[in-house]
Structures are given as C-alpha cells and as structure tokens.
C-alpha cells in the first residue's frame, strides 16, 4: 500500500485563496449560508470558510453514498441535516469532490426544496470520467483522472483524512 501525492499542501492553499476570491466577489455585500458535506468536505471548508470575507452561517449535511472501499454502492442515506430554513437565503455547497455526482444531485435537490433566493457550488476535486448525474459545479478546484484520492479530508476506509496533500491511494503497492 502507497501512496503518492498528487496535490501537494501548497498547490492546495493557492488554490483555496483563489476560489475564496471568487466567492467574496461574487457575494460582495451579501450573506451566505455555507453548507459543510460531511466528512470529506470539513478540511477543505474550515480553511475556505476563513478566507471569506462575506458573513456566513454555517450548517452541516451528511449523505452516505460509499460503505467501504473505493466503489459507490449507489443508494443515498441522510445522515445529518441542515437545521435552519434556507428560504431567500443565498447557499454555498462546499463539497471535497464529485465523483459520479449522485450525491450532490441528492443534497441539491432536498436543500432546493427550501427555496433558496440561489445555490451554489463550490468542490475542491471533480473526475469527469466517472461522472453520470451532471451537476453544476461553480467554483471548481482541480479537475483529475479516475483514481481513487485520499488526503484532506478525504478518506479509504475512513483513513487518512488528516494528511495536509491529496496523494493516489494504490492498495497494490
Ligand atoms: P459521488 O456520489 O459518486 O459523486 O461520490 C461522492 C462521494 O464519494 C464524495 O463525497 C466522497 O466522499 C466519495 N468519493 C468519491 N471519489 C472518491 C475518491 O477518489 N476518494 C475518496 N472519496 C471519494
């Protein structure tokens, strides 16, 4: 078992300033809520959320899509939900990566159901060859190819979430 990285700390930093950026231009003068998926998502949001510039209230969902290993068994379960209405409120869904896109179609769908005056999308990693639902991700961090990532809140097995890089988890070597 090995594993390489892929993306180190720093690439990882420039990249998180930059899309704050984004955000903070895009939402000037503006409140957001800012919508944490857990659990892969809470390293990558901790360190945006403190290069925003905007006020946010924060919340938190959890939508299980993987058991273990590295394969998508498919069905969607709701862990945790948000607990205040996002009826007229602006939302920002920070998520660690969209895979097949299940679920994130899931969450979008359920929080539009609030009403929110607008939602968007921020991930840190997107692999287009693997996508199937089509989601529109409006602030994206790196597009990369069909491995399985670990690192940065991203787990194998709920392991390895606490390294600073994305490395390419290999179970051969
Ligand atoms: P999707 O529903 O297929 O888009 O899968 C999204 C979820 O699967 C992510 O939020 C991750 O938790 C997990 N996932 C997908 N690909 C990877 C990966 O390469 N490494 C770790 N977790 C992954």
Redesign the pocket.
Known sequence: MAVEVYISEDQIKNKVTELAYKINEDFAGQEIVVIC?L???FMFCADLVRELTVPINMEFIK????GEG?N?SGS?KFEVDVKNNLAGKNVLIV????????????IMEKLKAHNPAQMKLVSL?F?PS????P?KIDYLGFE?PD????GYG???SNRFRELPYIGI?DEDN
């Open positions: 998926v659990n892969g998502a939508a299980s899509s993987y590295t998508s969607i998520e660690d990566i969209v895979d097949t896109g299940l679920t994130l179609t899931k990693l692999k693997r996508n199937r639902h989601v990369i491995k399985f990532v670990i991203l787990d194998y988890f």
